[in-house]
T-cell receptor, first 112, second 109 residues
Framework: EAQVTQNPRYLITVTGKKLTVTCSQN?????MSWYRQDPGLGLRQIYY???????DKGDVPEGYKVSRKEKRNFPLILESPSPNQTSLYFC???????????FGDGTRLSIL | QQPVQSPQAVILREGEDAVINCSSSKALYSVHWYRQKHGEAPVFLMILLKGGEQKGHEKISASFNEKKQQSSLYLTASQLSYSGTYFCGTETPISRLTFGEGTQLTVNP
């Protein structure tokens, strides 16, 4: 089954404690992206990757890092999380040529 | 740049129709439409490519006016299951998908 898998689904943590949210897709998609969703603000892009070792900033990259060492994986790293990063996060992947984006189930992060 | 959606919210009775609009200040290559139920992942509805095509699936259809850089989503004879937040996403020749802020649709019995 074609899918995008995020882990964890829920996480409560404290300010400053490094965390990683993993994202994996099994569709051999070149393009992957991370979004955060806050009430009334829609889906805001954090980082995206066009292919292995090719990443770029989205609209709200501050406080986040990503890496793309393998095609299937695109982890989101919060090196020193702060309360304003409390949000619902989605990973997505997209194939080439007018294809839809496939979303993971989301990760709800609470940073105290 | 983020596309602009209107209205921000709409409340319908079951069986009524609705139109959700999406506009951009940039020349568009394609428009995507997604629906999201509360707390769930967005689900793909359809893609429209430049050329003014109109697509549809049962009672949900959409149009894309390339010259006006606008797209509209039409929901006909709405059902309770249509409730959710609708997002348009736009692509330009030089940028990947950017989403609007969403339109919250509520269908009541």
């Amino acid at each position: 089954e074609a899918q995008v898998t995020q882990n964890p689904r829920y996480l409560i943590t404290v300010t400053g404690k490094k965390l990683t949210v993993t994202c994996s897709q099994n569709m051999n998609h070149e393009y992957m992206s991370w979004y955060r969703q806050d009430p009334g603000l829609g889906l805001r892009q954090i980082y995206y990757s066009m292919n292995v070792e090719v990443t770029d900033k989205g609209d709200v990259p501050e406080g986040y890092k990503v890496s793309r060492k393998e095609k299937r994986n695109f982890p989101l790293i919060l090196e020193s999380p702060s309360p304003n990063q409390t949000s619902l996060y989605f990973c997505a992947s997209q194939g080439q040529g007018n294809q839809p984006q496939h979303f993971g189930d989301g990760t709800r992060l609470s940073i105290l | 740049q983020q596309p602009v959606q209107s209205p921000q919210a709409v409340i319908l009775r079951e069986g009524e129709d609705a139109v959700i609009n999406c506009s951009s200040s940039k020349a568009l290559y394609s428009v995507h439409w997604y629906r999201q139920k509360h707390g769930e992942a967005p689900v793909f509805l359809m893609i429209l490519l430049k050329g003014g095509e109109q697509k549809g699936h049962e009672k949900i259809s959409a149009s894309f006016n390339e010259k006006k850089q606008q797209s509209s989503l039409y929901l006909t004879a709405s059902q309770l299951s249509y409730s959710g937040t609708y997002f348009c996403g736009t692509e330009t020749p030089i940028s990947r998908l950017t989403f609007g802020e969403g339109t919250q649709l509520t269908v009541n019995p």
